[in-house]
């Protein structure tokens, strides 16, 4: 599923029960505010620039946590 410009491998309803938005299946401002607001907030969590826009640099850096977080450190 797509929306917004965005690519939903679970469909746009999963992604918006995700972010917290109504999921009605519709991509519409309020999801997409709320998508970069959790993109933000993942940001700081990693320790990356928290610009919310999920790029190359979240990404590695949501990797790294997540395999760090798999071995128990």
């Known amino acids: 599923s797509s929306g917004g410009g965005r690519q939903f491998p679970f469909g746009v309803e999963y992604a918006q029960s995700v972010i917290g938005t109504e999921p009605d299946g519709i991509w519409g401002?309020?999801?997409?505010a709320a998508h970069d607001r959790v993109v933000g907030?993942?940001?700081?969590?990693v320790g990356v620039?928290?610009?919310e826009i999920y790029g190359?640099?979240?990404?590695?850096?949501?990797?790294?946590?997540?395999?760090?977080a798999e071995k128990g450190n």
Not at 29 to 32: F, G, I, N
Not at 41 to 45: D, F, I, T, Y
């Open 56 to 68: 190359p640099a979240t990404n590695t850096a949501i990797n790294t946590a997540i395999a760090g």
């Open 49 to 51: 620039d928290d610009d």
């Open 41 to 45: 907030n993942l940001q700081r969590a």
């Open 29 to 32: 401002d309020d999801s997409d």
